[in-house]
Each structure stands twice: as structure tokens, then as C-alpha cells.
């Protein structure tokens, strides 16, 4: 039977109770402890800083060398919001004759263009008929290098 | 005192085409565990005479003849989905009764009775942008009769656009 994953390996954000983890205000160091570790500066949560609304948040395994220009690259993990509206200049995965791709969404003269960050890539530019649906809008990008 | 029902198309079939565009306006199944029956079914299905339920091995030959496409259920991505399908409808009332994995009351009480389709339209629209899923909504005075203004709504027999209120009916 064929299977449910899409080629991009969509997976739902799931968001479980996050772990607060201290920002602490200074260096670890060897040594007599700081009395100001008790006043710890703020506390980090990626999910806060990432996500905005948790309902509409995904993530998205990005494919491919098109959008190596914003910084996307191949296996970085999107974080795409379906709630957000999207603007001219904003990087979304948008479906195209029905397949998901990644690609900065511009209009320019009346025109609605998907563009590639990527010098090999050609933009396209969406002719009369052809349906444009936006998926979402990608708000980060984030790579695990270990 | 009205009470809206808010239920999801087709639902697993509606959780994959989500991630998965190509399946849009085809023929398509989600098996249930070890893809023994058919358990969700879209609407081209409903169309080809498929049951609920219908054992897989019985259908075969027709899904072959008719392209239907048959996935394995993926309860993992259906729970998550629901789940914030609830969430999000949550913030439509104070009162929410979730009823199944993809149905739910919402109590409006209190809301502007000549504004409960628009704002019907407006929880569609809303769950359809951010999940992905669509859903119709079914209004009336009781948990039975919303059910069955959903339905209504759902086979287009009353309403418009996927919501029905029976409160705009009158008696006779």
C-alpha cells in the first residue's frame, strides 16, 4: 500500500511542554560560583521564539538547491505558519499544479511569480489559468549540524 | 439557545490530501489497521457505491478499474490534526463538547442570531487556512438537530457553502 509520506516528509509540529532552559548572564567558569547565577537573565524556549501560532505551525523538510540564496538548503527543517497572509517577498511553500515547492512569492506588474534564490533555478512566472495556492508562509529555517 | 456542529469532510482522507495535493478531486481510501477496510472514503468514492467499512479485498478489482487510490491510515498524523482542529475551534465558544476525533459542539449562546452563518463561514474558512481540513458547520436549537443540520449542510440538501442553520427556517 502506498504511503501516507509525502516526498517532503511533512510532519506535524508537535508541541509538546517545552523545557525552559536558563540563559544564564555570564560564561561557565571553573571555580567560586557567581552570586548572580541566582538572577538568572531570561529563559530561552525555541518553541516561543519559532512558533507564533502553534495550531497552524508546521514543519517542512526542505528538498533540493532552489532557495540556497535565503539561506535554505537541503534538509534544513522549515518552519512554515498557515495562518499568516502572505506579502510580496515572502519565501512560501506553494502548490503548483499540484506539488508542494518552496520558493519566494513576488508580484511585480500585475504579475505573481515564484522565485528561486539560486542562479540555476528560473523563476516562474504564473500564466492565465494556472492556479496558485499558498501552503503556508516560512517564517525560519533551522539546520542541525550534529 | 444555538448550537453549532462542526464536522470534517471526509477527515483522513481530508488529513492526507493536506500534505498531499495530488490527491485533490481523485478517488481516494484510507485502510484501516493492516489495511484490512476502508474507513474513510472521499467523495469520488461515496460516488463509486464504496460502504464504510467495505473490506479491502472486496473492493480491489473496482479501485483498479476506477484509479481509486487506497492509503494505510496514519493515526499519528489524524490525532495531531485533530487536535488542533479542536484547538482552534476552541476559540470560536466558551463552551466546546468534543464528540469524536473529527466532530464537535460549540454552544452559542448569547451570539447575534442573524450573524451564526457568516460566522459558520468564518470557523470554515478559518480551519480550512490552518490545517488544511474542510468542515461544515450545522446550527440549531439542539445537539440532534445541529447533527442534522450538518448533514444537511455536508450533502448540500439546506444551507450554502458547507453551513446550514436551521434557526433562519421557519416552522411551517
Known amino acids: 500500500m502506498s504511503s501516507s509520506l509525502h516526498q517532503f516528509i511533512i510532519a506535524a509540529a508537535i508541541v509538546t511542554p517545552f523545557a525552559h532552559i536558563p540563559l544564564f548572564a ?6 567560586f560560583p557567581s552570586p548572580a547565577d541566582d538572577y538568572i537573565e531570561g529563559r530561552l524556549s525555541l518553541d516561543e521564539h519559532l512558533i507564533q501560532h502553534r ?11 532552489s532557495m540556497m540564496g535565503a539561506g535554505i538548503f537541503d534538509g534544513d527543517l522549515l518552519v512554515v505558519d498557515r495562518s499568516l497572509t502572505p506579502a510580496s517577498g515572502d519565501i512560501v511553500i506553494a502548490v503548483l499544479d499540484a506539488e508542494l515547492t518552496v520558493k519566494r512569492l513576488v508580484w511585480r506588474d500585475g504579475l505573481v511569480i515564484l522565485k528561486p534564490e539560486n542562479p540555476d533555478f528560473q523563476e516562474m512566472v504564473l500564466k492565465d489559468g494556472q492556479e496558485l495556492q499558498v501552503w503556508g508562509v516560512v517564517t525560519s529555517t533551522t539546520k542541525k549540524f550534529n | 439557545m444555538p448550537i453549532a456542529l462542526v464536522d470534517c469532510n471526509n477527515f483522513y482522507v481530508s488529513c492526507e ?3 498531499n495535493p495530488e490527491l485533490e478531486g481523485k478517488p481516494v ?8 477496510c476502508a474507513v474513510a472514503r472521499s467523495n469520488e468514492v461515496k460516488a463509486l457505491g464504496v460502504k464504510m467499512a ?6 480491489e478489482q473496482l479501485a483498479k478499474r476506477h484509479g481509486i487510490i487506497a492509503l494505510s491510515s ?9 487536535a488542533r482542529v479542536m484547538s482552534l475551534l476552541s476559540t470560536f465558544s466558551p463552551k466546546q463538547e468534543i464528540y469524536s476525533i473529527d466532530e464537535c459542539f460549540l454552544d452559542l449562546d448569547g451570539f447575534d442570531l442573524q450573524s451564526l452563518v457568516a460566522y459558520g463561514q468564518t470557523i470554515r474558512r478559518t480551519i480550512k487556512q490552518y490545517v488544511g ?4 458547520v450545522g446550527i440549531a436549537e439542539t445537539k440532534t438537530l445541529a447533527k442534522l443540520a450538518n448533514h444537511c449542510a455536508k450533502k448540500r440538501l439546506a444551507g450554502r457553502d458547507g453551513v446550514c442553520d436551521f ?6
Open chain 1, 26 to 31: 555570564h560564561k561557565v567558569e571553573a571555580g
Open chain 2, 167 to 172: 434557526g433562519r427556517y421557519s416552522d411551517t
Open chain 2, 133 to 136: 481540513i474542510p468542515v461544515c
Open chain 2, 74 to 82: 496514519n493515526y499519528a498524523l489524524y490525532g495531531d490534526l485533530s
Open chain 2, 54 to 59: 467495505e473490506p479491502w479485498f472486496k473492493m
Open chain 2, 17 to 19: 490530501r493536506a500534505f
Open chain 1, 55 to 65: 495550531d497552524a505551525t508546521f514543519f517542512v523538510r526542505a528538498k533540493g538547491h
Open chain 2, 29 to 36: 481510501v484510507v485502510l484501516s489497521n493492516n489495511d484490512g
